[in-house]
T-cell receptor
Framework: ETGVTQTPRHLVMGMTNKKSLKCEQH?????MYWYKQSAKKPLELMFV???????ENNSVPSRFSPECPNSSHLFLHLHTLQPEDSALYLC????????????????FGPGTRLTVL | AQTVTQSQPEMSVQEAETVTLSCTYD???????LFWYKQPPSRQMILVIR??????QNATENRFSVNFQKAAKSFSLKISDSQLGDAAMYFC???????????FGTGTRLKVLA
């Protein structure tokens, strides 16, 4: 275990549904990330939060909405998704690299396997 | 923009043998880090080894070592005495110091043959 948990592990949803993915880290890190992992493609960085402030948003469609209520929790709210959004969604955390005090290692959760019908 | 390229989608190695996974990257930055992550089937991605760009000495972690060629922008991973548990997807990643940007390659699937 890496100290990062994600729920649910599997999710099947219709295009009109609304669902949320949850990530929790128990490592005392202050930066959290959402990635999308699709087959044969590089991990796509979606969102980054540092100290609960969003610092990166890589042109992600508005049907994905992140929320970071505190430094230990990160959510990804989903609505009106498309079949091409089916993928493994990974959460990661790290000690904020901009502080100069970390080793810049990211710790990953197990992922949520999302299928959009 | 920084890019990471892993040109080997899949590799195989006999148990107890040595295998090298390739990674090249492109950047104009001077202060950065490079990583190899391992993602076993249906399990969490974990760090295998990291290299600071300012260090000339290649990083080693037990059976894992890297060949870091900064001028050539090459960062290969050597796995010695391969074990069945080494079977996984291996991702090369780049990180620019002072940012939040981690750039990953497409991965190399390593099969270990008994």
């Amino acid at each position: 275990e890496t100290g990062v948990t994600q729920t649910p592990r599997h999710l099947v949803m219709g295009m009109t549904n609304k669902k949320s993915l949850k990530c929790e880290q128990h490592l005392g890190h202050n930066a959290m990330y959402w990635y999308k992992q699709s087959a044969k493609k590089p991990l796509e960085l979606m969102f980054v939060y540092s100290l609960e402030e969003r610092v990166e948003n890589n042109s992600v469609p508005s049907r994905f909405s992140p929320e970071c209520p505190n430094s230990s929790h990160l959510f990804l709210h989903l609505h009106t998704l498309q079949p091409e959004d089916s993928a493994l969604y990974l959460c990661a955390s790290s000690q904020d690299g901009t502080s100069g005090s970390s080793n810049n290692e990211q710790f990953f959760g197990p992922g949520t396997r999302l299928t959009v019908l | 923009a920084q890019t990471v390229t892993q040109s080997q989608p899949e590799m195989s190695v006999q148990e107890a043998e040595t295998v090298t996974l390739s990674c090249t990257y492109d950047t104009s930055e001077s202060d950065y880090y490079l990583f190899w992550y391992k993602q076993p089937p249906s399990r969490q991605m974990i760090l295998v080894i990291r290299q600071e760009a300012y260090k000339q000495q290649n990083a080693t972690e037990n059976r894992f070592s890297v060949n870091f060629q900064k001028a050539a922008k090459s960062f290969s991973l050597k796995i010695s005495d391969s074990q069945l548990g080494d079977a996984a997807m291996y991702f090369c990643a780049y990180y620019t110091s002072g940012t939040y940007k981690y750039i990953f390659g497409t991965g190399t699937r390593l099969k270990v043959l008994a």
